[in-house]
């Protein structure tokens, strides 16, 4: 139980840690100043939520987003988010490519080429499909973690003045209602899909607790030493560039890898919530649906990473509060609740 409970986890947090998190980009954009308490509510937001979605998948016995979308919002919604949920998967899915290029351009290499690796990487991942994901998050996703919050812990401890928390000035909290929002997208996508994986409730509890700590103690650390920067991150198209600045160039490296993984697998996150939603319509292999996916992402990738994210995400975050408001309220409004086996 606990092993699988940990490879949910890990799957989970994996499709949150990806281009616009784990560079940065995506924290800075609700975060910033004044933000202790957002951030704490959105880790306290995303644990619920989670925890209300994967409980509704397994019940409902689905295999897509679609029936817990109209469990959730009723069928006329359910449509419209399904058509909201493709599209955003299909964007954040080109904002990951295109991080891919923009990540690799830190080795001096053609933009192209990180784009065109990234595409070459998940066709390949999914000839294996579902257990090719979690095998490649199980090992990834820890390090990634691992390495970053090493990082940033450094960055603090090195850095003039240390760690600090401002608890007088939380203007910002509504940024996690919006930030929850977004994130919900692909949290529906991924968990939809693996609800009738589940074999425990163990599971749901090691997955949604363990995933909503770790993304809200990492966020609170990531935000603080982006603080600290502040007034570089208009010269850089990934944040995390900024705080590495100073690191030696061996470090710089590491991260830089260990980001472009992190890209990638959410990028196959997203292609998993696609290809599930699709695969009762077409008979075609997993890697086969991949390739024309990101074959026809390409040209999207040619807006340039930070600007994908700056338009994209607030806006999605926005359109995405009354299913937020859907989900935390679902508990309250069944007579109904669904059972674990």
């Known amino acids: 139980m606990i092993g699988r409970g940990i490879k949910w986890m890990l799957l989970l947090t994996g499709t949150m840690i ?34 209300v979605i994967l409980k509704l998948s397994i019940s409902l016995k689905a295999e897509n987003y679609v029936v817990v979308l109209e469990a959730l919002l009723g069928k006329r919604l359910a449509k419209a988010y399904d058509k909201l949920i493709i599209l955003y998967l299909f964007l954040t899915t080109g904002i990951m490519i295109s991080g891919g290029g923009a990540t690799l351009q830190t080795f001096e290499l053609p933009y192209w080429f990180g784009i065109g690796l990234m595409c070459i990487l998940l066709v390949i991942l999914f000839i294996w499909d579902l257990d090719g994901l979690t095998s490649v998050n199980n090992f990834l996703t820890p390090m990634l973690i691992i390495c970053l919050v090493v990082i940033l812990i450094i960055f603090q401890s090195t850095s003039e003045g240390g760690f600090s928390l401002e608890w007088g000035a939380q203007s910002n909290w509504p940024s996690a209602l919006t930030f929850t929002a977004l994130n919900l997208l692909p949290v529906v996508a991924v968990l939809s899909a693996i609800g009738t994986k589940i074999e425990h409730k163990g599971e749901v509890w090691i997955a949604t607790i363990g995933s909503g700590l770790i993304l809200g103690g990492v966020s609170l650390i990531y935000n603080q ?8 991150l208009l010269l850089y198209e990934i944040p995390l560039f900024s705080i590495l600045s100073s690191y030696p160039s061996i470090l710089i490296f590491a991260m830089t890898i260990l980001l472009w993984t992190a890209i990638f697998t959410t990028a ?12 009762n319509l077409f008979t075609a292999p997993g890697w086969l649906l991949t390739f024309v996916i990101v074959t026809a992402l390409i040209p999207m990738t040619t807006f340039g990473f930070s600007t994908l994210v700056g338009f994209l995400y607030p806006l999605y975050g926005m359109l995405n509060l009354y299913l937020l408001g859907s989900v935390l309220l679902f508990p309250f409004l069944q007579d109904d609740q669904p059972k674990l086996r």
């Not at 196959?268 to 696609?274: E, F, S, V």
């Open 18 to 51: 990806g281009a616009g998190y784990a560079s940065g980009r995506e924290i800075w954009q609700f975060f910033g100043a004044d933000s202790v308490v957002a951030i704490l509510l959105f880790s306290g937001l995303f644990m619920i939520c989670s925890y």
């Open 225 to 232: 030493s982006l603080l600290r920067v502040a007034d570089d």
């Open 268 to 279: 196959a996150a997203n292609i998993l919530g696609l290809i599930s939603r699709f695969k």
